[in-house]
């Protein structure tokens, strides 16, 4: 067989052996996490030695930590859990690829158990609920199973042994989702699925909450703490309407808000 054939053949044989040999692929590149909490709030975080895994713990340095919403650090499907005796409330998302959050010790839930979740949406409202000395956010990030060091919009945090040696404010839904932002006010405010008293109740917002209004409408008449109004706030998340009572602003119709 002339040479030149010969070494045809043989690249010919070379190639398709190569078809057979199996190409490790690369691990699933990690969402783009952002802080579990609302945008321009400044946290500060510690690690405990004897925490599960790699986890943070978050806690807002103006003192006000429960009660606020805890936020999605990435989009995908949430599911509620309940552990009294450790996690307490806490709210596990699969991201895809092998990559899932955890939110633990959560005062309240925002969204129902499978909800399809975005990066910035509320989950959840800060807590102190099963085995924890105080309200915190408890945040994981794992991939296939195994804690990592947690990474926020591509940077690696430190992890302390106290708070307030590090800090990080949340660019987490800056103009990301719909709506107004506003801010309520109380506790137990109860989020109903229309703007009457007879709707059910979908959420209960445990303290002030940072929500984004999608417009507003007259409804049943509300009165507390000396306030009366018959207009109801349409909320982007948790989904449902709240009296306009309970939106932190003076004027009983929000200003630049449309009608529903």
Same mark, same amino acid.
């Given at each position: ?61 103006? @003192? &006000? /930590?429960?009660? =606020? ?10 599911? %509620?859990?309940?552990?009294?005796? $450790? ?36 989950? @959840? &409202? /800060?807590?102190? =609920? ?10 994981? %990030?794992?991939?296939?199973?195994? $804690? ?113």
């Amino acid at each position: 067989m002339p040479l030149r054939r010969l070494l045809a053949v043989l690249a010919a044989l070379l190639v398709g052996t190569a078809t057979l040999v199996a190409v490790p692929t690369e691990a699933q590149a990690a969402p783009n996490f952002k802080a579990p909490y609302p945008c321009g709030q400044r946290w500060t975080y510690s690690h405990h030695s004897a925490e599960v895994r790699r986890a943070l713990d978050f806690v807002r340095t103006d @003192g &006000t /930590t429960n009660g =606020t919403p805890v936020l999605a650090s990435a989009g995908g499907t949430a599911y %509620q859990y309940s552990q009294p005796s $450790g996690a307490g409330n806490y709210i596990a998302i699969e991201h895809g690829g092998g990559w899932k959050t955890y939110y633990f010790h959560l005062g309240s839930f925002s969204v129902g158990n499978g909800a399809q979740v975005s990066q910035g949406q509320q989950i @959840g &409202t /800060t807590g102190s =609920t099963g085995n924890s000395s105080g309200p915190h956010i408890h945040y994981e %990030q794992l991939y296939n199973g195994v $804690g990592q060091n947690i990474v926020i919009n591509g940077s690696a945090l430190a992890y302390p042994g106290s708070y307030y040696q590090y800090f990080l404010t949340s660019d987490n839904g800056c103009g990301s989702q719909p709506g107004t932002p506003f801010m309520t006010w109380g506790s137990g405010v109860r989020v109903r699925s229309d703007a009457y008293l007879s709707s059910p109740v979908v959420a209960t917002l445990g303290g002030p909450t940072s929500v984004r209004v999608l417009c507003q409408k007259q409804g049943d008449t509300v009165n507390a703490e000396g306030y009366t109004n018959n207009w109801w706030a349409k909320l982007a998340s948790p989904a449902g309407f709240v009296s306009n009572i309970y939106i932190d602003h003076p004027a009983a119709i929000l200003p630049g808000v449309p009608t529903c």
